[in-house]
Structures are given as C-alpha cells and as structure tokens.
C-alpha cells in the first residue's frame, strides 16, 4: 500500500557527509514506524537507524551512533538520515522502511522481518 523510495546516495570521502531522503507515496501516513538499513556487497542486512511511529524515540546501530541523524518529515517527505564522518565501512546500499506494526508506534522496531515496506535502495560509496 506504500511505496518509497530512496535518494541522496552517492560517492564522498571519508569525513565526509551525506544526506538521504526518503519519500512516499500510496496510502502514507504520520502513524508509521520508519527505519534505515544497509546491505554491503557479500553481506546481509543490517538495521542501521530507526524512529518511532509517535514521539520521535530513535535508536542506532552501535557503529553509527554519534554520526548519523534520523529523522521523520511528514506523510510524503517521510524521512531522512544525516550522515557525518563517513568511513570507508560505510560504503553499502542503504534502505529505507517502513512499518504500520501496531507495537511501533511508541518503540523503535530494528527487526528486517517487522518492516513491511521498503524502498529500491541507494548507493553510498566512501573512498579512503
């Protein structure tokens, strides 16, 4: 019932800084959970960042934590992950979900399987 779909990828040094998108269409809604994933080459996927559906509590990967930003728009620009001081281990192709889940309104979900909608993904690179 929702579409997404990813931008803001590309290629940065590292220390660099990126910033993506995630924007929605279908039947979207402020009531959802939302969340980024990334998938390196040979390697699964992996939670990266996740929001709540109601009141904004968020939670990071332990590798991420202090760098990267998420944050939720509104029901079409649905939301967004600030990424500073890129390393090379950041090089992936990064996911944006989504969840109507009735427990992730007030908890972060950081579960692959709890995610029902997902995004065509965008590359980030990061040269050392």
């Known amino acids: 019932q929702v579409q997404l779909v990813e931008s803001g990828g590309g290629l940065v040094q590292a220390g660099g800084s990126l910033r993506l998108s995630c924007t929605g269409s279908?039947?979207?809604?402020?009531?959802?959970?939302m969340g980024w994933f990334r998938q390196a080459p040979g390697l699964g996927r992996e939670f990266v960042a996740g929001?709540?559906?109601?009141?904004?509590?968020?939670s990071y990967a332990e590798s991420v934590k202090g760098r990267f930003t998420i944050s939720r728009g509104d029901t079409k620009n649905m939301l967004s992950l600030e990424m500073n001081s890129l390393k090379p281990e950041d090089t992936a192709v990064y996911y944006c979900?989504?969840?109507?889940?009735?427990?992730?309104?007030?908890?972060?979900?950081?579960?692959?399987?709890?995610?029902?909608?997902w995004g065509q993904g965008t590359q980030v690179t990061v040269s050392s």
């Open positions: 929001i709540s559906a109601i009141g904004g509590t968020t």
């Open positions: 279908g039947r979207t809604a402020r009531n959802y959970a």
């Open positions: 979900a989504a969840t109507a889940r009735v427990r992730s309104y007030y908890s972060v979900i950081d579960t692959r399987a709890e995610y029902d909608w």
